[in-house]
């Protein structure tokens, strides 16, 4: 039949050419369906997964410790996944976990070793399980730039993106057309911060390379040790993109787990932005749960922002230092309300978020940084004295809390 066209085959059996392409359409599906059960049969047999065929991709890029791969679309890895490149030369398996899915079954993972080259159509094996390999063991200062190219901050000082989230505009601005680390705790949130920010900035002209850092799975949140447990089936359910819209493109790592250490957040120097999502934070019910004493940005190292800017956020940094981590404030008259002022400013820099809406019950709000910085300075110089401390919890720009008062 493979040395004849369907017109000779219709010709023969006196049949029309589209009821030859049925029967031949149908005839291949029952074969390739026969050819399944068979081979399903013969993996359970020798004590493999049932889906071990459809587990097996290719390499089709490496570039030093970035590799791209290629699967079944329907059978795509997920995210965080752990991988086995089978470098048959060396008589090897290399280890790899998947940080990005790009789509059309393309995924883009990350060698967890220096390996050497790896070659193009090599098999690839997705060992259905997710990879809890923390990101400070990897060769993070190599990594960066393979998946980002170079810093804004490298060749000039680099401008500011804003995302009308105040406090990461005013105490950990991001870069535009450049990186920014999310470094998550267990029960922080940091997807949800992930995907605001994805919102915020996805439809812009600059690009924004973001790594999720995520804690590893534990007994807190059973379900992500589930055998059947899926990252990218959770965020889909929870209406979240996989962070990679537009101009944004998001890398997953795992973190080491627990609070995260200067040391561990050191580690994370090659990007631009660090922005430190703390659970103590959220238990403070502060949302976003950002530190902005751990959290940084290049724009600041390299005096990027204006004068006013860097001074406020100074200031702001020296009161929450000394309520959250210094001596506190002596019982006297004067610093009962350097302490209030610092309280306002800490509620100040919460705020409802567009993707939380649905649960929250509240608009979510974009601030300007004018108007942040606005906010922050009032607060400092006492120009907000009159408002009580709750007047600030989860709300927008000063003209908002002026206008609902202590309204919670």
């Known amino acids: 039949m493979h040395e004849c066209s369907h017109q000779d085959i219709a010709t023969f059996l ?15 599906k029952q074969l390739k369906q026969r050819i399944l059960t068979m081979l399903k049969d013969t993996l359970q047999a020798h004590g493999l997964p049932d889906d071990f065929a459809n587990r097996i991709g290719r390499l089709v890029e490496a570039r030093g410790s970035v590799v791209e791969a290629l699967f079944d679309p329907a059978a795509m890895p997920d995210i965080l996944a752990e991988l086995a490149v089978s470098d048959e030369t060396n008589r090897r398996a290399v280890n790899v976990h998947v940080v990005q899915r790009m789509g059309d079954g393309r995924v883009r993972g990350i060698v967890h070793s220096s390996v050497g080259a790896l070659p193009r159509g090599a098999t690839v094996f997705s060992a259905g399980r997710t990879s809890v390999a923390p990101v400070t063991s990897l060769p993070f200062d190599q990594i960066v730039p393979l998946l980002t190219g170079p810093s804004p901050l490298a060749t000039a000082q680099g401008k500011l993106a804003e995302t009308g989230i105040k406090v990461i505009d005013v105490m950990c601005p991001i870069v535009a057309g450049g990186s920014l680390a999310l470094a998550g705790e267990m029960g922080g949130g940091t997807t949800v911060v992930m995907e605001e920010i994805v919102r915020r900035l996805s439809g812009g002209r600059d690009r924004l390379s973001m790594f999720a850092i995520l804690a590893p799975p534990s007994a807190e949140w059973p379900r992500a040790l589930e055998p059947d447990y899926s990252l990218a089936a959770e965020l889909k359910e929870e209406g979240s993109s996989e962070g990679t819209v537009g101009s944004v493109q998001t890398f997953f790592f795992r973190s080491e787990g627990g609070k995260w250490t200067a040391d561990a ?14 659970r103590e934070r959220i238990k403070s019910k502060l949302y976003p749960g950002i530190d902005v004493l751990t959290s940084r940005s290049g724009l600041f190292e390299r005096d990027a922002v204006s004068a006013k800017h860097a001074r406020i956020a100074e200031r702001v940094k020296a009161a929450l230092t000394q309520m959250w981590v210094g001596n506190g404030f002596a019982n006297s008259d004067t610093n009962d309300v350097a302490l209030a002022r610092a309280r306002k400013l800490q509620n100040f820099f919460g705020q409802p978020f567009f993707y939380t809406e649905p649960w929250t019950k509240r608009p979510g709000s974009y601030v300007s940084l004018a108007d942040a910085l606005d906010g922050c300075r009032a607060i400092l110089d006492g120009e907000c004295d009159d408002l009580p401390v709750n007047a600030f919890y989860f709300k927008g720009s000063l003209v908002e809390i002026r206008g609902r008062g202590n309204d919670r």
């Open 265 to 278: 957040l050191a580690t994370l120097y090659p990007v631009d932005t660090v922005v430190h999502i703390s």
């Open 14 to 28: 006196d049949l029309s050419v589209p009821t030859v392409n049925n029967r031949l359409h149908a005839a291949r």
